[in-house]
């Protein structure tokens, strides 16, 4: 999915004020790569947040995961 967000991402699809504020942190090459990224790691956390039935074993991945980041 990370793939399909960057061939159709473009940068000027994002709002204004934000691009201009990654731009200065980031650069203008890097935003998109990094909002896939984000969309990447938020996906994973969502997954494993939403296991059912959470086990500790799954609950410690998540916490491993989330402090990673």
Do not use: N
């Not at 793939?3 to 935003?31: D, M, N, P, V």
């Amino acid at each position: 999915m990370p793939f399909l967000l960057r061939c159709f991402l473009k940068f000027q699809y994002i709002k204004a004020e934000i691009s201009k504020k990654w731009q200065e942190t980031f650069g203008k090459r890097h935003i998109v790569a990094k909002l896939c990224s984000l969309w990447a790691i938020e996906a994973k956390a969502l997954k494993l947040t939403f296991t059912t039935p959470m086990t500790s074993i799954i609950y410690q991945e998540l916490e491993d995961f989330l402090v990673s980041f």
